[in-house]
C-alpha cells in the first residue's frame, strides 16, 4: 500500500509541479502584456484629463471674453450718460444764474464765508467787519 500512496503521492507532486510551472510561465508571458495594457490604459486617462483640462480652459476664457465685453459695453453707456449730463449742466449754466446762486447761498446762511480779496488785499467782508470795529486806517 506504500507503493500505491508513493505513485499517488508523486503523481499530486508532479500536478502540483506542473500547475506551479504554469503559473510561472503564465506570470512570465502575461506580465509584460499587463504592463502594456496597463501603460495603454493611464496613458487614455491621462489625455482624456487633458481633452477635459482644454475645454474647460476654453470655456473659461469665453466667459471672461463676454464679461469683458460686457463690462466694456456697460462702461461706454455710463460715460455717454455722464457725457449728456454734463452737456445739459453746462448748457443750462449762465453767469446770472451762478451769480443767483452766490447770492443765494450767501445769504440763507447754511454756505461758508466767501472771501473775494481786493486791491489792498483785505477781503470785502472782513473789511466791513474791520470797518465797524474802527481798525481799518484810511
Do not use: C
Not at 493611464?42 to 483640462?53: C, I, K, R, S, Y
Not at 467782508?125 to 470795529?133: E, F, S, T, Y
Request: hydrophobic share 45%.
Amino acid at each position: 500500500m506504500s507503493s500505491e500512496f508513493g505513485k499517488t503521492e508523486a503523481i499530486g507532486l508532479s500536478i502540483i509541479a506542473l500547475i506551479v510551472i504554469a503559473l510561472a510561465a503564465g506570470f512570465f508571458i502575461g506580465y509584460p502584456e499587463y504592463k502594456i495594457w496597463k501603460m495603454d490604459k493611464a496613458g487614455q486617462a491621462q489625455l482624456a484629463e487633458a481633452e477635459w483640462t482644454k475645454k474647460i480652459a476654453i470655456e473659461e476664457s469665453k466667459a471672461d471674453l463676454e464679461s469683458a465685453k460686457l463690462r466694456a459695453e456697460a462702461t461706454i453707456i455710463e460715460a455717454t450718460a455722464t457725457a449728456k449730463a454734463n452737456e445739459i449742466v453746462a448748457g443750462s449754466l449762465d453767469p446770472m444764474y451762478i451769480n443767483y446762486l452766490i447770492a443765494k447761498g450767501l445769504t440763507d446762511g447754511s454756505s461758508e464765508v466767501i472771501y473775494i480779496p481786493t486791491e489792498a488785499s483785505i477781503p470785502i467782508i472782513d473789511a466791513g467787519r474791520a470797518i465797524d470795529k474802527g481798525k481799518v486806517e484810511e
